[in-house]
């Protein structure tokens, strides 16, 4: 069978061309009704709807199968994989996104934490006005695989220095001369820049209710310092876990300063997303006031930050 009859598109390479058979020849020759190899072929591509190629490489259309309905199919096709493209880097992201935000694990069942802490600053970025504190104590609860609550933290030994002159007496209102006791406190774990915290984590802090983190009682008028109004600080502020990936007792919850007295943390990322570190007193000056300490805190049970 010559190669000009077979279908258009048939693999032809390899194939030669038959001499006729000369009467008389003992070779066979196809008897009638006989269904040749070629045909064959073509039932058995229209049953299964396969396509075939040419030797040139050029495409061969199934039966049924337009250029249209050829190029449609294969459209769809990239269009369905590139939104799966899009949906699992969008889910990977979210995943990534959440996991980096640390936890305590496990979640104590006995959810009491004690902290204590030497010399404590709080001072204008200038150090122009300062409050410096002998020692704290720190009372709260862990209230979920990533907060505190019911915190609260207490000063003592404290005085008020006004650019450079002083000390003078100082106290939060309600307490006892030399004492700042904050509001209830509640906070949450972050994730913070190493450049500002080198173990990544970090605990931010804000008022449980209301939005004030204490209430200074005013400084009375003295040879030493000017008098001052009560002012009340809102705002937030926020330190460094300062241990990760180890279960224990103890962890440090590190307030740092630069060496030009600004805040080394600037911004932590909970669970709502960035949060500027962040606070003033209302009422009085309108400058942003940094904590300087290091809190040694003791659990009721072994955990981890992770």
Known sequence: MSPAILPPGFPTWGMQHRP?????SSRSVPRPGAVSTSTHVRRVLAK????????????????????GSHYMRFKTRGILLALVAVFAMSAVAASGASAALPEFKPVPTKKKFT?????????TPDQNNEFVCSKSTTTGEVTG??????????????????????P??????????????????????GSVATTEAPS?????LEPETGHDL???APVEHSAECEATIETAMEGNIAGEIATV??????????????SGGAAKLKKITVKRGSVKVKNTFIGGSAEEWVFGMSDETTFEEALEVT
């Open 200 to 204: 990544g984590a970090g605990l931010l």
């Open 245 to 258: 990936g180890k279960k224990q007792l103890t962890n440090k919850l590190v307030f740092a300063r630069l």
């Open 48 to 67: 299964t709807g396969a396509r075939t190629h040419s030797p040139s490489g050029g495409h061969a259309w199934a039966p049924n199968e337009t250029k």
């Open 20 to 24: 006729a058979v000369p009467a008389g």
């Open 145 to 166: 695989a990533g907060t505190v609550g019911k915190t609260i933290v207490k000063f003592t030994g404290c005085n008020y220095y006004d650019n450079g002159n002083g």
């Open 168 to 189: 003078c007496p100082a106290h939060s209102t309600g307490a006892k001369v030399g004492e700042i006791v904050t509001d209830a406190l509640k906070g949450e774990l």
């Open 214 to 216: 204490l209430v200074m």
């Open 115 to 123: 902290s204590v802490s030497g010399e404590f600053t709080l001072t």
